[in-house]
């Protein structure tokens, strides 16, 4: 794979992963009933972020960058 193709994928991956954690977001809502605005929900978003920061980090060292 060339640079150019590399790059894309790190792209691509980043999007993707940004895209499934808002979709698990708003299923994890509707499923357990969560309400907007509450402590529940940004317990929940904060959860979420944690998860995605961890696996962008992971993603990052898979391509050499850290």
Do not use: V
Not at 28 to 44: S, V
Not at 46 to 56: A, R, S, Y
């Amino acid at each position: 794979m060339n640079k150019e193709e590399i790059e894309q994928r790190k792209i691509t991956l980043d999007h993707m992963i940004d895209e499934k954690f808002g979709e698990i977001f708003f299923l994890a809502k509707d499923e357990f009933d969560i309400k907007n605005k509450t402590p529940e929900e940004q317990k929940l978003w904060d959860l979420l972020e944690t998860f995605k920061g961890q696996l962008k980090k992971k993603c990052k060292s898979h391509f050499g960058e850290e």
